[in-house]
Structures are given as C-alpha cells and as structure tokens.
C-alpha cells in the first residue's frame, strides 16, 4: 500500500518554537493572545495594572497628537491676522470668500470619511459609549482633524477642543479593539483618550478628568477614575516636557487670566458672585437653544448635506461684513479687521480680561457693547456648528462666559457690591458659569479657569458660579449642549445615579398589576378564556396556599399544544417555587427576581396583594431618574 500523503503543507509544519501554533499558515491568535496573558500575569502585570500603562501610553500618544493638531490652526490665524493687516483693502473679500472655502472643505471631507454614528463631535461619543459598547471607527479621527482645521483656519466660529477630545476618545477605542477588552474595560479607555486630549491643549489634567467623569462616562466609580488621572496627568506633562512651558497649547494664558485684583468669596463678594450665577446660567441656555435652533433649521433646507456648513459660513461672512462695514473702526480687540466672533475669539476674551477696557466708556455703554457681543457670538457659533461644521463649544462657551460676566462686572458704577469684585474677576468667573452651565459639568467648569489662572483666590467664587450657573441651566433647560443632540435621537443617559435610585426605592412604590387567582387543579383550558382580561395568574393550592404563578410567556408556551391543554391542571404548566415577596423590598433585589417573570406581592394582611411586571418597575424607575436628571 502505499504511504499516505499529507492532506495540506500546513499539515507537515512543526509547532512554532514557545508553543505558537500555526493553523493554515496563520498564527492562532487567539492562544497566542492567552499564553502571553498567563505570563504577564505570571510577572505581576494583571490586566488592572496592564490597564494603567496603556492609559500612560494613551496621554503621552495624545501629546504628540495634539501638538500636531494644533499647531497648523495656530499658524493659520496668526498668519491670517497679519495679512489682514498687511493688506486692508482685501479683507472684506477675505473675510467673506475664506469662511465659505473653509466649510466647504469640511463638507468634502466629512463626504470622503462618512461614519454611521449619527450624533456629531462630543455627542458621537457619548452615542458611541451609551449606544455602541464605546466603539468609535477610525474614521472619525481623521474626518474630525481634518475638518475641524478647515473650519477653525478659515475663520469659523468654533474651537479646538471638542474635536481633540472625539479624537482622543476614538484613540482609545481603537486601543481597546486591538486589546480586545471587555465593553466596560473599553470604555475606560475611551475615557482615558478623551480626558488625555482634553489635558493636553489645556495643560489642565483635572479638568480633563472631571469633564469625562461628569460628561462623558458618568461613572465616579475608583476602577474607571485611576486610569483617567494617569492619562490626563501624562498628556499634560509630555505636552510642557515638548513645548518646554507651563503655558496652555491652545487657550489664554496664565497672565491674563490672573490679572484684575485677588477679591475672593467672602460675606460681601457673594452676592455679586451669586448673582453672576444666575445670568450664566440664563446665558447657557441661551448659546444651547441657540445652537439647537441653528441645527433644526438646517436640517429643513433642501440642500445637499455637504453643502449645509457652506450656508452657515456664507450666513457667518455677512455678519461679518457688517461687522467691517459699521463697526470695525472702532471694535479692534488686537486682531486688526478681522470680526471678534470669527475664530475661537480669544483676543477679544484678552481685551474683556484687561482691567483697561472698562475705563474707556460708561458703564451702561460697556455693558451694553458686552451683551451684544455674547448674543453675535451665540449665533456665529451656532451657524457654524449647527450647519454642520466641526468644532468644539468649549472656546465659544469661554468667550461668552467672559462678555456676561464683564458685562455684569462693569455695573460696578451703579451697584457698590459688584465694584468690590471687579468686572475682571466677575469675567473669570462668568467663564467658568457659562462652561459649566452648557456642559451641565460644574466641576469640569470651575476646575478649567482654576487651571488657567492659577490663582488659588478664585476657586472657590469660580465654583460658586458654575454651580449656580448649572443649576439654573438645568431648571430652564434640562439638556445640555451635548445631550440635546441624543435626546432628539431616543437616547437618553444612564449614570450610576440610577442604581442608587433604584435601590433607594421600594416594591410598594410600584403600582401593582391585579391579582388574577385560580386554583391549580383547575383545568389548563380556563386559562384561555380568562387572558383576553389578563395574562398574569396566581395559583392557589387547594388549602388557598400559594403554589405559583402563570406569566404571559408561560401561557404562550403552553399554547403551543393547544389541544392537549384540556388534558392538564394550571399547575402543569405554572412556575412553582415562587415565594410572594413583601412590599418593603429594595427594587434593585426585586429586578433580579423579575428575570424569570412576574412576581406576587403580599399585602399588609399577607394574602397576595398584587404582581409586580418588569414594565411598571422600569417605569417607576425611568420616572424617578427623569426627576433626579
């Protein structure tokens, strides 16, 4: 006989040396994935530890990033400027031609990188975390690099920060899909990559932290908050270590924002910080609705969804040749011709932060100019932003921030308590209440202007007002500029708040479903006759003890042979072993015991009062969360 061939080449191969395997020519890695899990382990490096390098890996990978994200923006508008002074009888022609061409490059590049997440910037990710097991496609990356500079260079009122955190945020998901990590575990990294981008152009690691705790993750819990703080505390410090300064990558300096007296929070300056609160928080709603007006208006036009950011930039330009055409001769903030609401608007931010500007009109005067200015900027970001640009809201919420609150501060003339603080100090503190009030995030808010200024004075009447400012946001408008997005989609945000919430209520908090009773020697048949009524029964042995329970999916598999129904008693087909359970019970345990079906309640006089379903606890529930939202 002859001798037997081998089947495959594959098959003659000897094992790969360290015991790899190869399986058709390819590596099975799957096992090679576990050998190496056993000896990292063996080592020490368990995948809670694994886990904190890679966050490590992520900040310093995100430095880079972000280096070279912002830099090109930052020479563009610095070189912008110049030219525009260079060459004033062209910078209406600018000033109306560049924003177009900028947007409807952006309006390419999202058509040559499509993504099926349907929210946008921040809002994709929080989709992507609460509706996709935090799994964000490289694309949107590059779509949101590339078309975040074509907006922002050419003049778009937006910033860059939205953009780098979506970037991040992808970064990390991208991580988690070649660790192949549980969904939890996913997004923690996630997390890890937003608060990363976030440090890094603010050279502000606890604001980074605190936005993706409030934010995006909702989650405060010691698992997920470890990873973050390494991330963001690596990105900010590979960022200073590469630019070789304390100074934030993007945003407005130290010596700027630190300017403007030291009157903290005391008995006298609180009301005046109090109240500056509450205009933020007026403020906020304001930018949010405004936004969102923008983006319902645009989606009606009959237009091309690529040609939709072009509009908004050609609706921006003729503001901003009126701008130019009555106001440019005397409305120069240090950026020459160019309009304050164009770009991320932090020269005019600069001038609102000098205690010089208040001096040169009347207090009405300045307020007034202020307050028109928050308004335009309102709706210059909502035309870019809302049409469809990409940009982040954090620069523009700044802007407005600082014009409310140096508005409100340049009143000092007319209230005594408001000139005590100070219109600089009351403009730091606006910054923080408007963020705040926009992003639902007081912490995040009053932990960024904090990180600017460095001035430990300012903490606690920047957290006085972002709190305030939040508080009024969420009562006047209960989402925010993130969230209004996805609740306009379905989705609405869970946080751990919920299971608190659900453990802090009882069964008896629950309306229950009527009791159906019958007999379980009763025939099978009866059933059908009494569930066009009700499809949840008690069962009751012959001495009225409980024996089970009859649920609508019993009955329906008990249908499935309905000709031998006739033929059995109820207790064939009921659940048995179910207890009643009492009305005291926490609703968290209760869920557990509805896996299986409906639950009998008892009442005070120990009968079965009721049934608890699954559908009237979640509702109890939904409505509970809906009020602590």
Not at 165 to 171: S, Y
Not at 205 to 223: A, Q
Not at 464 to 481: F, K, M, P, Y
Request: proline residues 6%; glycine residues 10%.
């Amino acid at each position: 006989m002859a001798p037997s061939q081998p089947s495959s080449p594959s098959d003659t191969q000897p094992p790969h040396p360290g015991g790899r395997s190869r399986v058709g020519g390819r590596y099975d890695w799957p096992r090679i994935s576990k050998a190496v899990t056993r000896r990292l382990n063996r080592i020490g490096l368990t995948r809670e530890r694994r886990l904190l390098l890679w966050a490590a890996a992520t900040g310093v990978a995100l430095a880079a990033i972000a280096l070279a994200f912002i830099r090109p923006i930052q020479w563009a508008e610095h070189h912008a400027i110049d030219w525009l002074r260079d060459h004033p009888a062209r910078a209406a022609m600018a000033i109306a031609v560049v924003p177009v061409l900028g947007a409807l490059l952006c309006g390419a590049i999202q058509n040559m990188f499509p993504v099926k997440i349907r929210a946008h910037g921040v809002s994709s990710v929080l989709y992507a975390i609460h509706r996709r097991r935090s799994q964000l496609p490289g694309t949107l990356a590059a779509r949101t690099w590339l078309g975040s500079t074509a907006i922002i260079a050419s003049g778009g009122s937006a910033g860059p920060e939205g953009p780098i955190v979506t970037i991040g945020a992808t970064l990390g998901s991208v991580i988690a899909r070649f660790l192949r990590v549980d969904p939890q575990t996913a997004t923690t990294l996630v997390g890890c990559g937003a608060a990363a981008g976030l440090a890094a152009v603010f050279n502000a690691p606890i604001t980074g932290i605190f936005f993706v705790l409030e934010v995006l993750l909702r989650d405060f819990s010691l698992r997920t908050f470890t990873p973050i703080v390494i991330a963001a505390v690596f990105a900010a410090a590979t960022v200073q270590t590469l630019i070789g300064s304390q100074e934030p990558l993007f945003g407005i300096s130290a010596q700027h924002l630190s300017s403007g007296g030291s009157a903290g929070l005391t008995i006298t300056t609180a009301p005046a910080f109090a109240l500056l609160g509450v205009a933020c928080g007026v403020a906020s709603v304001f930018f949010v609705r405004t936004v969102q007006a923008c983006e319902t208006a645009f989606s009606r036009l009959p237009i091309p969804r690529w040609m939709s950011p072009a509009t908004g930039a050609a609706l921006l330009a003729a503001l901003g040749i009126l701008h130019i055409t009555f106001a440019g001769r005397w409305l120069d903030f240090g950026q020459g011709t160019l309009p304050p609401f164009y770009g991320n608007g932090y020269p005019l931010a600069h001038a609102v932060l000098d205690p010089g500007f208040y001096h040169r009109q009347t207090a009405l005067v300045v307020g007034a100019l202020l307050i028109g200015l928050a308004v335009v900027k309102c709706v210059a970001t909502g035309l870019t932003l809302g049409s469809g640009g990409i940009g982040g809201l954090f620069a523009p919420s700044l802007l407005v921030g600082a014009l409310v609150g140096g508005a409100f501060g340049s009143m000092g003339e007319l209230v005594p308590f408001v000139a005590e603080v100070g219109p600089t100090r009351l403009a730091l503190a606006g910054m923080a209440g408007v963020v705040a009030g926009t992003t639902h995030a007081p912490l995040a808010g009053a932990m960024l202007v904090y990180e600017l200024s460095r001035e430990p004075s300012i903490l606690l009447p920047v957290i006085l007002v972002a709190a305030l400012g939040t508080i009024v946001a969420r009562l006047l408008e209960r989402h925010s500029v993130y969230t209004a997005e996805l609740a306009a989609l379905g989705v609405r945000l869970g946080s751990t708040a919920d299971m608190s919430s659900l453990r802090r209520l009882r069964v008896g908090d629950v309306p229950l479903k009527e009791a159906v009773v019958v007999r379980g020697s009763a025939s099978a048949g009866t059933l059908v006759a009494l569930a066009d009524s009700n499809d949840d029964f008690i069962v009751l042995d012959d001495a009225g003890r409980l024996e089970g329970i009859v649920g609508a999916r019993d009955l329906r598999i008990a249908l499935v042979n309905r000709e031998a129904l006739p033929l059995l008693q109820v207790r064939d087909i009921a659940r048995t072993g179910v207890r009643a359970i009492d009305r005291d019970m926490p609703l968290d345990q209760a869920l557990d015991l509805l896996e299986r079906g409906p639950v009998p309640v008892k009442g005070d006089d120990g009968q079965v009062a009721g049934v608890l379903t699954r559908s009237r606890l979640m509702r109890v529930w939904r409505r509970r969360m809906e009020r602590e939202a």
